[in-house]
């Protein structure tokens, strides 16, 4: 050991123990993010082996769920680990971090394709590169646009079946620019037929072309500030608002959130976003808590163009994986993003170097109360009185919104007290809007793959889908996975001629677990099989699908290839903490070699067993007008809604809040 | 003239004479309901003219559209019309009553199948005829049930293909019997296998059959009062409430209704429930008031069983053609029913002797302030700076509650900003519960049509489709419904093999229209062919659904043929004042020869024209133990959006409120 290591090791050693002093870490739930101080460990770890690592992802690298399921808060925590990928040089490293004794547990390099996660600094710099690149100033100047009224943004390219091009052994992004000019709303105003490829990890323009003359759409209308705002304006609202005097029902201890009879853990992921584990419900009548989910959170957002000219044709995003859904995490405004009986919460993500960045405002928690009925009878039927017995629904949303770029999506976990839990997101932002000359539609005679929204802005078609993780533990870690089909049949001796019977089938192996939503009548249910109600029905939870989408892409176009897990709205598979991402570790790039798809067909059994519920939420967007410059919420999601996992009605002797 | 005869004109005059001057009823818009000094007027008139009629309908007869729509609030009003659907001895009488003259206009005999809406004396007298009859009380005391502890509903008999038999020569329906005793939740109890027809006209049993002895399924657990409940209690949640210190921001004139950019009408009618008119939004920037619906109401709600027992099989409810949704509707609840915020609007219907009865609390009409975001987006493209822009959501919700015997049905009709309307359904209530020997699953060796939910107790599987009446004039009366299919298709040329385009399609007749969904990918517009945005779109709404369920009975069987209206979630018809019900006019033992299967097989055109969009709403029904011994609310709609209406998104202007 050299000198300058041995003192670069007691500084170390000093910092760990200040950090040890002023972190209460021993008091950290298993699954609570990585903490600022430790992902300042994390990087002093990891810099200390590697000094030239960028930093592309830090998250918790989680303890086994036997450990996480057999925790007790009053017992000895797990250790505390990391999962880093970095690069340095040409090469991705996957490390383990062991933030209990500060060490490297494993360093090991990705040999696949693909990439990680571009990081903000690098998309920065780029833009900054192209930004001052003689050609990029001249192709300006040409259009006449000012360069200082310019932005640009880094699009990943994707992979079109190159073997071993410049493209496969690069790691790229197309950067394709606005000019703001007048208005903030940039993604209005792109300067079309400009693009230039960038090697990011040279940080070195590679390809420019510009291709085509086209007219920048201007910049009147576009802007969405209330302040720049011109009359005639629409009739104002009064005043509104949401008032608990008592504070809100719902407490919460660093990330573990109790309200009603519900507790979970609310984590954060940089890429993922907020991650709900450990999901229980206390059973009034049981008097026990009874899990339903262990872990559930968004694994990739596919987001296909369908715009084939040269600047569009590779648009196929991949949120999470790409740019990641956490790392796109915007701060809350209080009042407007989530009403004002919400609390907030923080998170963490790490800029390249590995210093860690607060995100303030990253979650807002609040009680939903809007003015549904949770149940109710009114009763004429008995003789001499009228009986009426109303609930109101008061709901808890956990919500955090991200703006990958243009669109920014609202992502909302809803408790109900009713059992169920509802996913929902909601779409909103701004669209990606191609230049043309066109100024009506009556001068287009050719396909524009996208609707007019305004001269010279083609709203271009695409498709959003959200693939969640649903690991559902229904009462107990070993489940099965349930299709109860509605049958039509034929009713014999009976002066009806048919009926619909329920025909139920487990899928015994993840085959028989896919599926496709529009093809009939089913049930769709997440059993115990070794837990039965006191009637002798299987507790299980159903899953109620909502807004119905799936690809339009040929299943050998390379975009659908990468984003296979598409190809059904359900898959089933058992648990392996390996597979969270959907579309593979490393999508960015990525040759579909690592996605559900891929893992599926092993086609391993399913029965009785801990499985993981893969859900994918479509939406086929073709703009219209209203979605300029600004589009208006559009939502969808899901219910997992209890099925006999009561033994009765769990919210009859709910009792009413009081309104004040 | 007799001197009888001229005594009671002068008495009428008077009471004429009387009415109009409490009664403003020069104030009145044409198609508000009719009030009851003109209910009341219809009653005298009537039976004046025809003694012993039993009124089973008496609603507004509205004046034609063209009179509607060149009306104006300064102008002259139009002739007020009743429409009186009576039964006089064992003919039914349609009779169309001038409240202007005060004269009859036309007294028509229906000769075709089917009777008319249940009367809620006709359904009382029936229930006592029953409790009263000799083998019925022995049938009781057989069973140890206490008769002062029964009460019996009416259940109607549909239609299995009878050419001539007593069944279709006689308005029947069957009454089953429940015994309350210790609990409210007399569904929960019901004495299975025994049945009186009773002939309705006659109020007469004609058939009684006493078939099983099945056990009473027990009181415990099953009353649903706040009074009655017992520990163990969940955790009660905080005060909590919507508040509006200024007051709402919505206006109500007699009927119509203005808040933010919207004004509508809202009618009722004992069938239907509420009926939405002449709904407009204000485009701010045009500065002019735009139409888009003409009328908006629920035409038909059929709930067929699937049960196939001889107690059973027969159940297959239209509850708006046979029970009246607006007869059925229940006084709201304050604090409950309806957020604090609500205002409330009282209904009138007529009983059986034709007089008016006020429901109160009816309609609620609040601001819903769910927090959902309306819009928003944080920009970090533009270097030095971030924007954040964001509106919250708030919007205008008509409530009507109706409880047909055990279901409660809260429709909802909601109006966004964003120039949305969304019409909602939430079912809960009771369910409909077989009583069985079976204690538990495993004795259950044959098909019970059901779920086992309590000892003695199966939860029938059952169907709910409402079907919609969509009379849109978007912008204009002459519309057209185009269908936006989005087609998988081969990218040529291009790194792309495949992409998805937009082809699309006018339908030019009804068998165009006719839609299933869940068989492909389509948008569904309904637009003005006449009218372009400056762009060239053509302005249109979108039909965006949501649960999708369509029916699993056989074409050719009964229940199915009265019911043919379900056969697809879409149809589109050219407007006619004489098609407003779905089910036909007379659906009581209908024999399935007046819906709108058998309207469309004349396949008019419907492109450019007056067009009404049929939409069904449908859910299955596989009860589970959490729907007992009372249903968590079960919610489905659809959402009518603005597509191409507008220049630009409407609500880009939008100030938000203030929070208090």
């Given at each position: 050991m050299t000198e300058t290591k041995t003192s670069q090791n007691v500084s170390l050693l000093l910092l760990f123990i200040l950090l040890y002093c002023f972190n209460?870490?021993?008091?950290?739930?298993?699954?609570?993010?990585?903490t600022p101080s430790e992902l300042d460990r994390v990087r002093t770890i990891v810099t200390t082996s590697k000094p030239n690592s960028s930093f592309h992802y830090v998250g918790l690298d989680e303890p086994d769920k036997p450990t996480i399921l057999s925790w007790a808060p009053t017992g000895p925590s797990p250790p505390r680990w990391a999962f880093v990928v970095t690069r340095i040089g040409h090469v991705t490293h996957e490390i383990v971090v062991d933030l209990t004794n500060n060490s490297i547990v494993s360093d090991r390099i990705h040999g696949g394709q693909g990439y990680p996660l571009l990081t903000f600094d690098e998309q920065v710099a780029a833009s900054g590169l192209v930004l001052k690149y003689p050609p990029f100033e001249a192709a300006m100047r040409w259009r006449q646009v000012r360069i200082e009224e310019v932005t640009c943004g880094s699009f990943t390219v994707g992979w079109?079946?190159?073997?071993?091009t410049v493209l496969t052994s690069r790691r790229v992004v197309k950067v394709m620019c606005y000019c703001f000019g007048d208005t903030v709303?940039?993604?209005?105003r792109p300067i079309e037929g400009v693009t230039a490829t960038v090697d990011l990890d040279e940080m070195a323009i590679i390809e420019f072309l510009d291709r085509l003359l086209i007219a920048v759409p201007k910049?009147?209308?576009t802007d969405y500030r209330e302040s720049v705002q011109k009359p005639p304006f629409g009739p104002r609202l009064k005043p509104i608002s949401v008032v608990q005097p008592e504070g809100p029902s719902f407490t919460i201890d660093g990330h573990s959130i109790k309200w009603a009879t519900w507790d979970f853990h609310l984590g954060f992921d940089m890429r993922a976003g907020p991650i709900i584990s450990l999901a229980s419900i206390y059973d009034i009548e049981k008097q026990k808590s009874r899990r339903v989910l262990y872990k559930a959170s968004l694994s990739e957002l596919f987001v296909p163009y369908m715009d084939l000219t040269e600047e569009w044709y590779?648009?196929?995003?991949?949120d999470v994986g790409e740019y990641g859904v956490g790392l796109s995490a915007v701060a809350l405004e209080p009042?407007?993003?989530?009403?004002?009986n919400a609390k907030f919460m923080d998170a963490f993500v790490v800029g390249q170097d590995g210093r860690p960045i607060n995100y303030s405002n990253t979650f807002c928690i609040f009680e939903r109360?809007?003015?549904?009925?949770?149940w109710r009878h009114t009763e004429a039927?008995?003789?001499n009185r009228v009986v009426r017995e109303v609930r109101s629904e008061v709901s808890l949303v956990v919500r955090m919104v991200a703006a990958v770029g243009n669109y920014d999506y609202i992502i909302d976990w809803e408790f109900k007290q009713s059992g169920s839990i509802v996913a929902k997101v909601g779409l909103t932002g701004l669209l990606e809007v191609r230049g043309t000359n066109?100024?009506?539609?009556?001068?287009?005679?050719?396909?524009?793959?996208?609707?007019?929204?305004?001269?010279?802005?083609i709203g271009s078609r695409h498709d959003h889908f959200l693939t969640y993780h649903l690991d559902l533990d229904?009462?107990?870690?070993a489940n099965s996975f349930v299709k109860n089909k509605l049958v039509k049949s034929k009713a014999i001796g009976?002066?009806?001629k048919s009926y619909w019977k329920v025909v139920s089938k487990t899928a015994k192996t993840e085959s028989e677990a896919m599926i496709n939503f529009g093809s009939g009548a089913t049930e769709l249910l997440v059993i115990n099989p070794n837990k039965k109600t006191k009637m002798g029905n299987h507790v299980g939870y159903r899953l109620i699908p909502g807004l119905v989408a799936g690809p339009?892409?040929?299943?050998?176009d390379y975009p659908q290839i990468r984003g296979?897990?598409?190809?059904?709205n359900i898959w089933v598979t058992p648990y392996?903490?390996?597979?969270?991402w959907a579309g593979g570790s490393?999508?960015?790039?990525?040759?579909?070699?690592?996605t559900l798809a891929i893992w599926s067909k092993r086609n391993r059994k399913i029965e009785n067993k801990d499985i993981v519920v893969w859900y994918t939420l479509g939406f086929h967007h073709a703009p219209c007008?209203?979605?300029?410059?600004?589009m208006p919420t559009l939502s969808g999601g899901f219910e997992l809604r209890p099925t006999n996992?009561?033994?009765?009605?769990?919210?009859?002797?709910i009792k009413q809040p009081d309104f004040n």
């Amino acid at each position: 050991m050299t000198e300058t290591k041995t003192s670069q090791n007691v500084s170390l050693l000093l910092l760990f123990i200040l950090l040890y002093c002023f972190n209460p870490a021993h008091q950290l739930h298993p699954l609570d993010p990585l903490t600022p101080s430790e992902l300042d460990r994390v990087r002093t770890i990891v810099t200390t082996s590697k000094p030239n690592s960028s930093f592309h992802y830090v998250g918790l690298d989680e303890p086994d769920k036997p450990t996480i399921l057999s925790w007790a808060p009053t017992g000895p925590s797990p250790p505390r680990w990391a999962f880093v990928v970095t690069r340095i040089g040409h090469v991705t490293h996957e490390i383990v971090v062991d933030l209990t004794n500060n060490s490297i547990v494993s360093d090991r390099i990705h040999g696949g394709q693909g990439y990680p996660l571009l990081t903000f600094d690098e998309q920065v710099a780029a833009s900054g590169l192209v930004l001052k690149y003689p050609p990029f100033e001249a192709a300006m100047r040409w259009r006449q646009v000012r360069i200082e009224e310019v932005t640009c943004g880094s699009f990943t390219v994707g992979w079109y079946g190159q073997r071993s091009t410049v493209l496969t052994s690069r790691r790229v992004v197309k950067v394709m620019c606005y000019c703001f000019g007048d208005t903030v709303n940039l993604y209005m105003r792109p300067i079309e037929g400009v693009t230039a490829t960038v090697d990011l990890d040279e940080m070195a323009i590679i390809e420019f072309l510009d291709r085509l003359l086209i007219a920048v759409p201007k910049a009147d209308g576009t802007d969405y500030r209330e302040s720049v705002q011109k009359p005639p304006f629409g009739p104002r609202l009064k005043p509104i608002s949401v008032v608990q005097p008592e504070g809100p029902s719902f407490t919460i201890d660093g990330h573990s959130i109790k309200w009603a009879t519900w507790d979970f853990h609310l984590g954060f992921d940089m890429r993922a976003g907020p991650i709900i584990s450990l999901a229980s419900i206390y059973d009034i009548e049981k008097q026990k808590s009874r899990r339903v989910l262990y872990k559930a959170s968004l694994s990739e957002l596919f987001v296909p163009y369908m715009d084939l000219t040269e600047e569009w044709y590779y648009r196929t995003f991949f949120d999470v994986g790409e740019y990641g859904v956490g790392l796109s995490a915007v701060a809350l405004e209080p009042l407007r993003d989530c009403p004002k009986n919400a609390k907030f919460m923080d998170a963490f993500v790490v800029g390249q170097d590995g210093r860690p960045i607060n995100y303030s405002n990253t979650f807002c928690i609040f009680e939903r109360f809007a003015g549904d009925i949770l149940w109710r009878h009114t009763e004429a039927g008995i003789p001499n009185r009228v009986v009426r017995e109303v609930r109101s629904e008061v709901s808890l949303v956990v919500r955090m919104v991200a703006a990958v770029g243009n669109y920014d999506y609202i992502i909302d976990w809803e408790f109900k007290q009713s059992g169920s839990i509802v996913a929902k997101v909601g779409l909103t932002g701004l669209l990606e809007v191609r230049g043309t000359n066109y100024t009506h539609m009556d001068q287009i005679k050719e396909e524009v793959y996208g609707t007019l929204l305004a001269e010279n802005s083609i709203g271009s078609r695409h498709d959003h889908f959200l693939t969640y993780h649903l690991d559902l533990d229904v009462d107990g870690v070993a489940n099965s996975f349930v299709k109860n089909k509605l049958v039509k049949s034929k009713a014999i001796g009976s002066p009806r001629k048919s009926y619909w019977k329920v025909v139920s089938k487990t899928a015994k192996t993840e085959s028989e677990a896919m599926i496709n939503f529009g093809s009939g009548a089913t049930e769709l249910l997440v059993i115990n099989p070794n837990k039965k109600t006191k009637m002798g029905n299987h507790v299980g939870y159903r899953l109620i699908p909502g807004l119905v989408a799936g690809p339009l892409l040929s299943t050998d176009d390379y975009p659908q290839i990468r984003g296979a897990f598409t190809e059904y709205n359900i898959w089933v598979t058992p648990y392996n903490k390996s597979e969270k991402w959907a579309g593979g570790s490393y999508v960015d790039e990525s040759h579909g070699d690592d996605t559900l798809a891929i893992w599926s067909k092993r086609n391993r059994k399913i029965e009785n067993k801990d499985i993981v519920v893969w859900y994918t939420l479509g939406f086929h967007h073709a703009p219209c007008q209203e979605d300029f410059p600004l589009m208006p919420t559009l939502s969808g999601g899901f219910e997992l809604r209890p099925t006999n996992f009561f033994e009765s009605n769990p919210v009859l002797k709910i009792k009413q809040p009081d309104f004040n």
